[in-house]
């Protein structure tokens, strides 16, 4: 068992839909189980309380709530891709499913959710040994809604 499971917080029931679609996403994804609602409860018996589910051997739950709490930046998803073909798999689908582009590779999905679509290739240019790439780097990611690798390696080779 997972010693720290994140838990994420849905309104209008939507905990099931948004694991079924996360988990799409990822090849080893798959909801582990889930608990109803009772009777006298906050939500419509029988329908899920809370889902659990896997993304990349994580751990998650997705909790039905009511809407006193909302999703902000201070708290994301960081998903390591392994090159620019996967950082635009998980962008466009993202953006098929109702998600808002936002900047430096943040993106917020139709929950609200918010995901940084991010590669640790591109930490070699934004905190390279280059300091002045390095600056050149952060400044063309600052530009970027979805990360552009080629851009971040152009921009730090000062091409």
């Not at 994140?6 to 839909?17: E, F, R, S």
């Not at 589910?53 to 994301?76: P, R, V, Y």
């Amino acid at each position: 068992m997972q010693k720290i499971v994140t838990n994420i917080w849905y309104t209008d029931g939507a905990a099931q839909a948004a694991a079924e679609f996360y988990t799409s996403l990822f090849d080893d994804g798959r909801i582990t189980g889930s608990i109803p609602f009772v009777e006298d409860a906050h939500g419509e018996p029988g329908t899920a309380m809370v889902v659990n589910f896997e993304l990349a051997g994580q751990q998650f739950t997705g909790i039905n709530g009511d809407d006193s709490a909302k999703h902000d930046h201070a708290m994301s998803l960081l998903v390591n891709c392994e090159g620019q073909d996967e950082i635009d798999r998980l962008w466009d689908a993202f953006l098929a499913n109702g998600g808002k582009e936002i900047e430096c590779g943040w993106i917020a999905d139709k929950w609200g959710v918010n995901w940084q679509v991010w590669s640790t290739e591109a930490e070699r240019y934004v905190g390279g040994p280059d300091r002045a790439g390095a600056e050149r780097a952060v400044k063309a990611m600052y530009a970027m809604k979805k990360i552009d690798l080629q851009g971040l390696k152009d921009a730090y080779e000062g091409a």
